[in-house]
Structures are given as structure tokens and as C-alpha cells.
């Protein structure tokens, strides 16, 4: 199923670096997801994207900035992260952010190493 | 406060066999849905099941069966005929329709482990 992908797989960086992580997806879906799945810890929702436009943002830190360009791309900037910022970043889509009805379908995800 | 709760961290189950995962959630609206996922070693999340509040029968999915008891509000996941490729991280996922940026919300999750 390569319906939602990620670049790149794995990423290390220092606290200091400036990198993007990108998810493309292609399934003709209105809403983009950013999730955050730390070790020992629920994943938490990062952001929400309906039609390119930004409808969440979870009190996620100003260190952590999206781009949604169209509906298909979906970017995560990082810049000046903490060690603790370590994580598996997985992108989602679905046909809509509303309805309790529509699947999310994720992408592999970015394991995300902070130095 | 959790919303969705896997009381189960871990299971061994033997090839063939079938197994129960057990997700209870806890929510005031009466409209959602419940998801279930798939989460193997590499890391993908993937989408198993999915049943609706208002849904009168248990969804099923190939060897994937969902036993929905609305009233004590769980939604245990069945796996039948269990197959080695089917060891993996399992999340129970609740997404409410009073949530209008449909945000998923993820149980910790049970490891299953599939031996021969």
C-alpha cells in the first residue's frame, strides 16, 4: 500500500540543523494529519490541514512548523530541536476532518533522532 | 483524561490460534467511530477495522473481527487464525464527530507476539 509516503525514512540531526520532513499522499484526500509517537507515550496529533488550510494546531512548539502546499504535500519544519523532540513522525490523510466516519491512512512514518 | 484505554501491554499467542484485544473508550457523544490499527516493527500505521456508533452490526474484515458492546462501551478487536505475520503493536483509535478537526485519539496499545 503506497497510498501515503514519507521522506525521509530516518533522519538525524542536531539541536542546531534546520531540516523537512515531506508526506505526499494519493488517494484524492482533503485533510492532512501530523502525529507525534514517542516511546511509552499515545500518539498525539500535531497539526490538522482541511483543504490546505491549517484547522488545528495542537499547542505544538514554534520549533515545529507545517506547510501544506496543496492538498496532496504535506511539510513538517524543524528547527532547533530539543533531544526529547526524538520521535516517530507519521503523516495521515483522509477524505475529510470531520466526520467520525472517514479513515485516517497513515504513511511509514520518520524516526526522528535528535542530538 | 484517556479516552480509550488497552488494559492488555502484551500477549503471546500461538499460530492459528485466535486472540482477543481487549479497548474500552469513554465518550459523551453518541456519534463517533472506532478504529483499529496495525503497527508492525517498521513502523507504518495501518488501518484494520473500523465500526460506527450507530452501526447495529459488528464489523468484520477478513480474519478481523470487531466485538462492539456499545453499553459497556468496548470494542475488542478478534484476530482468527492467528499467523506469524500478524505480531505487531495493536491501537485501538476513537475519532468523535463534536470533534470538528477529527482528531484520532490512540489507546497505548498491545504488543502481540505470534509464536509457532
Known amino acids: 500500500e503506497t497510498g501515503v509516503t514519507q521522506t525521509p525514512r530516518h533522519l538525524v540531526m542536531g539541536m542546531t540543523n534546520k531540516k523537512s520532513l515531506k508526506c505526499e499522499q494519493h488517494?484524492?484526500?482533503?485533510?492532512m494529519y501530523w502525529y507525534k509517537q514517542s516511546a511509552k507515550k499515545p500518539l498525539e496529533l500535531m497539526f490538522v490541514?482541511?483543504?490546505?488550510?491549517?484547522?488545528e494546531n495542537n499547542s505544538v512548539p514554534s520549533r515545529f512548523s507545517p506547510e501544506c502546499p496543496n492538498s496532496s504535500h504535506l511539510f513538517l519544519h524543524l528547527h532547533t530541536l530539543q533531544p526529547e523532540d526524538s520521535a516517530l513522525y507519521l503523516c495521515?490523510?483522509?477524505?475529510?476532518?470531520?466526520?467520525?466516519?472517514?479513515?485516517?491512512?497513515f504513511g511509514p512514518g520518520t524516526r526522528l533522532t535528535v542530538l | 483524561a484517556q479516552k480509550i484505554t488497552q488494559t492488555q501491554p502484551g500477549m503471546f499467542v500461538q499460530e492459528k490460534e485466535a486472540v482477543t484485544l481487549d479497548c474500552t473508550y469513554d465518550?459523551?457523544?453518541?456519534?463517533?467511530?472506532l478504529f483499529w490499527y496495525k503497527q508492525p516493527s517498521s513502523g507504518e500505521m495501518i488501518f484494520l477495522i473500523y465500526q460506527g456508533s450507530y452501526d447495529q452490526q459488528n464489523a468484520t474484515e477478513g480474519r478481523y473481527s470487531l466485538n462492539f458492546q456499545k453499553a459497556r462501551k468496548s470494542a475488542n478487536l478478534v484476530i482468527s487464525a492467528s499467523q506469524l505475520g500478524d505480531s505487531a503493536m495493536y491501537f485501538c483509535?476513537?475519532?468523535?464527530?463534536?470533534?470538528?478537526?477529527?482528531?484520532?485519539?490512540f489507546g497505548a496499545g498491545t504488543q502481540v507476539v505470534v509464536t509457532p
Open positions: 465518550t459523551s457523544d453518541p456519534s463517533y467511530g
Open positions: 495521515a490523510s483522509s477524505a475529510h476532518s470531520g466526520p467520525s466516519t472517514d479513515t485516517q491512512y
Open positions: 488517494l484524492g484526500h482533503n485533510a
Open positions: 490541514y482541511s483543504l490546505e488550510e491549517r484547522v
Open positions: 483509535a476513537m475519532r468523535e464527530d463534536d470533534d470538528s478537526w477529527g482528531k484520532l485519539q
